[in-house]
C-alpha cells in the first residue's frame, strides 16, 4: 500500500480547473520537500510537470502548478484542456534506519476532462 | 540530451533472474549529475519504484524488493542493469530506466519502457 493517497479519480470541464491531492500516510513519508508530479498518457512514459513541490521544467505550460502545507502536497490544473486528460502521480521521498532513503510514489489520479 | 533505452528478454519463467539493461546516451553515467533508477508498472497499477544507484557503492531499493534487487553499472559501457531473482507472476510489468536528477531530486527522464512477462 503506497503511503502517498491520491483520488482514484477527477473531472473536471475544459476551461476550469481541477485539484489533486497527495496525501501522507506513512510517518516514515514526509519531512522532504521534494514532492513531484508526473503525467502519463497510456501506453507512454510518464512525465515530469513539477518538482520540488513547486518547480516546473522547461516547456511545461503554468497552467500546471504544485503546492504543499503539512502532510499534503496538491497539483493544480487550470484553464483545462482536452490534452491534459491523462493519469497524474505524486512522487516523494520516505526513509528510515532499516532501509534507508527510498521514493514513494502515489496511486495516481485518472483526470478525465469532460 | 540524456536518453535511456531499456533492453532485455520479454519473456521469464517463474523462479528465474529477470536481467533487464538501460543504455544511456547523452552523459556518463559517471558524472554525478542523475541518479539511475528502475521503476515499474503493472497492467492499470501505478508506478513501483525498485530502486537507484549513484555510484557503485551508493545505491537505494525498495524495502518489498531489497531481499530480491541489484542494480549496478557498467561504466564501460555506459550502462545501468537491473537484477530482480526469484520472479513470479506478479514481477509481470513494464520496467522504465529513469534518471533522477541531483538538482531537480525527481525523475527528469524516462526511456520508454520495456514490457517483461513472467510465465512458463
Known amino acids: 500500500q503506497s503511503a502517498l493517497t491520491q483520488p482514484r479519480s477527477v473531472s473536471g470541464s475544459p476551461g476550469r480547473s481541477v485539484t489533486i491531492s497527495c496525501t501522507e500516510t506513512?510517518?516514515?513519508?514526509?519531512?522532504?520537500?521534494?514532492v513531484s508530479w508526473y503525467q502519463q498518457y497510456p501506453g507512454k512514459a510518464p512525465k515530469l510537470i513539477i518538482y520540488?513541490?513547486?518547480k516546473r521544467p522547461s516547456g511545461v505550460p503554468d497552467r500546471f502548478s504544485g503546492s504543499k502545507s503539512g502532510n499534503a502536497a496538491s497539483l493544480t490544473i487550470s484553464g483545462l484542456q482536452a490534452e491534459d486528460e491523462a493519469d497524474y502521480y505524486c512522487c516523494s521521498y520516505g526513509g528510515s534506519y532499516t532501509f534507508g532513503v527510498y521514493v514513494v510514489f502515489g496511486g495516481g489520479t485518472k483526470l478525465t476532462v469532460l | 540530451q540524456v536518453q535511456l533505452q531499456e533492453s532485455g528478454p520479454g519473456l521469464v519463467k517463474p523462479s528465474q533472474t529477470l536481467s533487464l539493461t538501460c543504455i544511456v546516451s547523452g552523459d556518463s553515467i559517471s558524472s554525478n549529475n542523475y541518479y539511475w533508477s528502475w521503476i515499474r508498472q503493472s497492467a492499470g497499477k501505478g508506478l513501483e519504484w525498485i530502486g537507484r544507484i549513484y555510484t557503485s557503492e551508493s545505491s537505494n531499493y525498495n524495502p518489498s524488493l531489497q531481499s530480491r534487487v541489484t542494480i549496478s553499472l557498467d561504466t564501460s559501457k555506459n550502462q545501468v542493469s537491473l537484477k530482480l531473482t526469484s520472479v513470479t507472476a506478479a514481477d509481470t510489468a513494464v520496467y522504465y530506466c529513469?534518471?533522477?536528477?541531483?538538482?531537480?531530486?525527481?525523475?527528469?527522464?524516462w526511456g520508454q519502457g520495456t514490457m517483461v512477462t513472467v510465465s512458463s
Open positions: 506513512s510517518s516514515d513519508v514526509g519531512g522532504y520537500n521534494y
Open positions: 520540488d513541490v513547486n
Open positions: 529513469a534518471a533522477e536528477g541531483r538538482l531537480s531530486d525527481a525523475f527528469d527522464i
